[in-house]
């Protein structure tokens, strides 16, 4: 009896660890170029709205949890940030790290596009961290503009 009751418990187990690596994979599939940093380098408004036409996920996660947001943030690109708040892009999204676009922001103008966009600049990751910590440590851009 206990011998069926590990082949069946493993059997399970095997059948779970499938369905999720499938379930996974198929998140990447969906995220496409929205969601791979290297893109984000080259890629133009125009190219951000073609990847969206053609129906890409505007919330879709990328393997640190992070929307298309949260990286046109990390990137500075303004147009990619309206263009994404647009298409009904979340301004509070949480990534692996609790973080919101806020907390990946590198300049002013990505915080201060997300502030206006009704982003909680004391929204807390789960270090504890808020925008606020970021902005400090980045220096002068994102400082300055929150000092104001």
């Not at 059997?11 to 499938?18: G, H, W």
């Not at 369905?19 to 996974?24: D, K, V, W």
């Not at 915080?111 to 606020?132: K, S, V, Y």
């Amino acid at each position: 009896m206990t011998v069926k009751i590990f082949n069946k418990v493993d059997n399970m187990r095997a059948i779970l660890i499938a369905l999720l690596m499938t379930i996974a994979s198929q998140a990447g599939a969906e995220c496409g170029n929205l969601c791979d940093g290297r893109w984000s380098d080259t890629a133009t408004k125009a190219d951000l709205q073609v990847e969206l036409d053609a129906g890409a996920d505007v919330m879709a996660l990328n393997d640190e949890g992070k929307t298309r947001l949260h990286i046109a943030a990390a990137f500075g690109k303004p147009k990619h940030i309206y263009t994404l708040l647009s298409a009904g892009a979340d301004v509070m999204a949480r990534d692996g790290y609790d973080y919101t676009p806020p907390h990946d922001a590198e300049t002013s103008e990505a915080i201060e596009i997300l502030l206006a966009a009704g982003a909680d600049i004391t929204a807390q990751g789960r270090n504890g961290f808020t925008p606020l910590h970021g902005a400090k440590t980045l220096g002068s851009g994102p400082i300055n503009f929150l000092r104001i």
